[in-house]
Nanobody, 119 residues
Framework: QVQLVEHGGGWVQPGGSLQLSCVASEAIGATCGMTWHRQAAGKERELIATISITETRWTKRTLEDRFTISQDGEKKILYLQMNHLKTEGTAVYYC?????????????WGLGTQVSVSS
């Protein structure tokens, strides 16, 4: 069973930056696409960035000029660099790996890390 643990959440003022990391118990990024999601209070969880095993990246259009997804060379740590954060960025951020279309879900999820953007 692969474990994913997010780190790096916290409080930041609008305009600030945070880097989130997601540490996997094994090099899951070498065999599965990895993703970042977020869920704001009272809203549905949304997919915000993905990176494939070939390092093809996708970021939600409204975030692509400020958020960058990446991973380390060993494919065990997933990153999300978030710049120029806005108050609407306040949410719990989750990493997930290994989407299975036949199941319509990801096999592995982290527990999430809270990001709070406020002045």
């Amino acid at each position: 069973q692969v474990q994913l643990v997010e780190h790096g959440g916290g409080w930041v003022q609008p305009g600030g930056s945070l880097q989130l990391s997601c540490v996997a118990s094994e090099a899951i990024g070498a065999t599965c696409g990895m993703t970042w999601h977020r869920q704001a209070a009272g809203k549905e969880r949304e997919l915000i960035a993905t990176i494939s095993i070939t390092e093809t990246r996708w970021t939600k259009r409204t975030l692509e000029d400020r958020f960058t997804i990446s991973q380390d060379g060993e494919k065990k740590i997933l990153y999300l660099q978030m710049n120029h954060l806005k108050t609407e960025g306040t949410a719990v951020y989750y990493c997930a790996a290994c989407y299975r279309a036949n199941l319509g879900e990801y096999l592995y999820w982290g527990l999430g890390t809270q990001v709070s953007v406020s002045s």
